[in-house]
């Protein structure tokens, strides 16, 4: 009988130790590059818990900016100066990320490395003159600047603190 309620306790305590179920309705997305550490700029953040970038839409849907924790791909950033990055949102959208007070700046020639930041989301109105300064500082030829005609609502982010992995080798 001592043995049996001794194996009954073993069985309940393994049960118990089980890893926590996730919550597929809050998706996370922190990359998991073995081997590979990631570089920060600006303050130090906690990677644990980012959003994925494709939630942004969702997350604006009924507010105006919220101060999130995100992780998405880096499609380019600033060649000038690295003053800013955009992030993949979905297929066609994405955003543009600078950094709080210019404080810091990221490597000027990301394309495809994986990112975590944390800071202040928002979905806002850009200039026609916003949105030219951008292309101009993208390396956009005179003509694709001058192309610009209208102002575009689009997504923001100011990050406080930033991580990026090294892009994929293939």
Known sequence: ?????????LLALL??????????????????LQGELATSYGA??????ALSARQVPSLLQNIDSTYVTL????????AKKGCWMK????????????????????????????????????RKVSSVEE???????????PEEIAAIQQADTIYSFEAVGVKIWPAPTE
């Open 44 to 49: 130090e953040i906690d990677t644990e818990g």
């Open 71 to 78: 992780s998405g791909t880096a499609l380019s950033s600033c």
């Open 87 to 122: 992030v993949a949102v979905t297929g066609d959208e994405d955003m543009r990320v600078t950094f709080k007070d210019y404080g810091f700046f990221v490597p000027k020639d990301l394309n495809g490395q994986e990112v975590v930041m944390e800071g202040t989301l928002k």
């Open 131 to 141: 949105l030219r300064h951008f292309a101009e500082d993208a390396g956009k030829s």
């Open 1 to 9: 009988m001592k043995n049996l309620l001794l194996a009954t306790g």
């Open 15 to 32: 049960g118990a130790c089980q890893p926590a179920q996730q919550d597929s309705a809050a998706e996370t997305n922190v990359p998991t």
